[in-house]
């Protein structure tokens, strides 16, 4: 159980897609140059720091499939391996730790070509349920064969999530995440060829959002922890994120490579 949550843990932050927004005046003249923009690093720098403390490099194929993605610090270089089908779905991922350990994911997908179960043991998967537009609205957590833990996810009318509440099996509150206020732009990681199949699995949106209310509660229903979030980008001319900077002054950097249409 512990590893599968660090699993899924990890591979979303390697993923590091932006989590909240807030607007600047270049989201009014955004151009379009004729090209795609690839993702290729991205970099965590604490407030006033000119060396990341982490980064992330994004790995493609000949035919632009991201196929790993490598995350440095201080004291290691972990990587997650990328598998795909003839369909060019992505069917399995698996995470590549210094210390020699690696945890995998695997991808079932249903008859309208949507992942509809995750699974990372024999007796440890991830149901997902989709309404008519194609939006998950709830995962259902399995642990030895029972029901461990489920979220439900709710949605503005451009398919960006506002409610992800988490419920332990007893239906008792597990947390309450609020997102807010999203921009125009596309995340950067939304012009990869598989991104409609990325986004299932590390459950991201099509926007930025400017803040979050991220509470968390005790078996008891009192609540551990209410954090709010908010930020601001910087875009280059054609609109892509090029630096998140948050409210305390930590921010990162994104640089990509660029594709013909």
């Not at 992330?56 to 972990?78: F, I």
């Not at 060019?88 to 309208?112: A, M, P, Q």
């Not at 029901?147 to 597990?174: I, P, Q, R, V, W």
Request: negative net charge; charged residues 30%; contains cysteine.
């Amino acid at each position: 159980m512990k590893n599968t949550i660090f699993l899924k843990m990890f591979f979303i932050a390697m993923i590091g897609i932006a989590i909240s927004f807030s607007a600047c005046k270049k989201e009014e003249t955004t151009k379009d140059d004729g090209n795609k923009y690839y993702l290729t690093k991205e970099s965590y720098f604490a407030e006033n720091e000119t060396s990341p403390d982490t980064y992330t490099e994004y790995t493609y194929d000949s035919e632009n499939k991201l196929t790993e993605l490598t995350y440095y610090d201080h004291y290691r270089r972990d990587k997650v391996v990328l598998e795909y089908d003839s369909d060019n779905r992505i069917v399995k991922n698996t995470v590549y730790l210094k210390s020699g350990s690696n945890f995998s994911e695997k991808y079932d997908y249903n008859s309208k070509n949507q992942i509809d179960k995750i699974t990372t043991y024999t007796n440890y998967w991830e149901d997902l349920t989709y309404d008519g537009d194609g939006n998950i609205i709830k995962s259902e957590h399995y642990d030895d064969g029972k029901l461990n833990y489920y979220t439900t996810f709710e949605y503005d009318k451009n398919g960006n999530t506002t409610k992800d509440y988490g419920y332990h099996a007893d239906g008792s509150k597990y947390w309450e995440l609020t997102k807010t206020y999203y921009d125009s732009k596309k995340n950067p990681l939304s012009d990869i060829p598989q991104y409609q199949i990325l986004k299932r699995i590390i459950f991201e949106d099509d926007f930025n959002i400017k803040t979050y209310n991220d509470i968390g509660y005790k078996l008891d229903g009192s609540i551990k922890y209410n954090d709010i979030e908010s930020y601001t980008y910087e875009y280059n001319d054609n609109g892509y994120a090029t630096k998140k900077i948050d409210d305390i002054g930590d921010f990162t950097t994104y640089e990509y490579k660029t594709v013909n249409k």
